[in-house]
């Protein structure tokens, strides 16, 4: 059975492991990339005919910011590559996060714990 300076020490190693990895992680920023095709307007365009899918591929950047849609249009394959390593850098930060989390939570209930016993053994009840 581990004891509560044991678990402690353990706790704070894990949590010290984690901070180091968010100190290393990349930039990364929130939205999702789409693909679209559009249709210029122009009367004598190819793209007016029916079987064309229009204009395109564009690769555009979507996401919400301050409750309100925006939209970039990534014009070079270099910003959708640097874009869509932003994306996946989120991801692994949100992984991150519930890692972090689940360790407070560690570190939370041991605190109860120790707490709770203290108490019990100066007071002589039981658990609650």
């Known amino acids: 059975m581990i004891n509560f300076n044991d678990l402690d020490n353990i706790l704070k190693s894990e949590r010290e492991q984690l901070l180091n990895e968010l100190?290393?992680?990349t930039p990364f920023r929130h939205g999702s990339l789409t693909t679209r095709y559009r249709r210029c307007g122009k009367s004598g365009c190819v793209c007016?005919?029916?079987?064309?899918?229009?204009h395109g591929?564009?690769?555009?950047?979507?996401y919400k910011e301050e409750g309100k849609?925006?939209?970039?249009?990534?014009?070079?394959?270099?910003a959708v590559e640097i874009v869509h390593q932003q994306l996946e850098a989120r991801k692994s930060f949100q992984q991150w996060l519930q890692k972090w989390e689940a360790l407070n939570k560690q570190?939370?209930?041991?605190?109860?714990?120790?707490v709770v016993k203290a108490e019990q053994s100066s007071a002589g009840k039981k658990k609650f």
Do not use: V
């Open 57 to 62: 591929p564009q690769i555009m950047l979507t």
């Open 48 to 54: 007016q005919n029916k079987d064309h899918p229009g």
């Open 69 to 78: 849609t925006k939209t970039h249009n990534l014009a070079f394959p270099k």
């Open 107 to 114: 570190i939370c209930d041991q605190q109860l714990e120790a």
């Open 23 to 25: 100190a290393d992680m």
